[in-house]
């Protein structure tokens, strides 16, 4: 019986309790010990192991930071997290992580640079609403 898990064969390369396969990493809960067909007298140590999970696309984050607050950096990080899930597809995680995390960059680039925004926006209205109340007071002292 082998315990290696998901297609893994005895030549997968285990380091520190990680197996690497197909440039990913791989968490294992615990090393056990394997017995060879061709001699049980030499017990090699094998892991038991799960695939980690793919990175993340955050496509969430780009939409959300391109529809509500600056669309010309969010149409950036839409297209990375697009970029990062075809990677996902493809199998290719490195690349896939590589987009995932410029998405969420520019996402949050995009967040902030809106936000700045619509607080500048925000100081305008207000100083004109002052002024413009300032204004309409000053002529109604001067009638009376």
Request: proline share 6%; charged share 25%.
């Amino acid at each position: 019986k082998s315990y290696l898990s998901d297609g893994m064969t005895d030549t997968d390369l285990i380091i520190e309790n990680k197996v690497l396969t197909e440039g990913r990493d791989v968490d294992c809960e615990r090393t056990d010990l394997r017995v060879p067909k061709s001699d049980p007298s030499q017990l090699t140590p094998i892991a038991i192991c799960e695939p980690l999970p793919p990175p993340p696309t955050n496509e969430v984050l780009a939409w959300v930071s391109c529809m509500l607050f600056c669309w010309p950096i969010g149409l950036i990080a839409v297209i990375r997290s697009i970029r990062s899930h075809r990677a996902v597809v493809r199998k290719d995680f490195r690349q896939a992580e590589f987009e995932g995390e410029a998405a969420r960059h520019f996402g949050v680039g995009a967040i902030v640079a809106g936000s700045l925004v619509y607080l500048l926006i925000g100081i305008f209205l207000l100083y004109s609403f002052i002024e413009t109340n300032q204004a309409v007071d000053g002529e109604q002292g001067k009638k009376t």
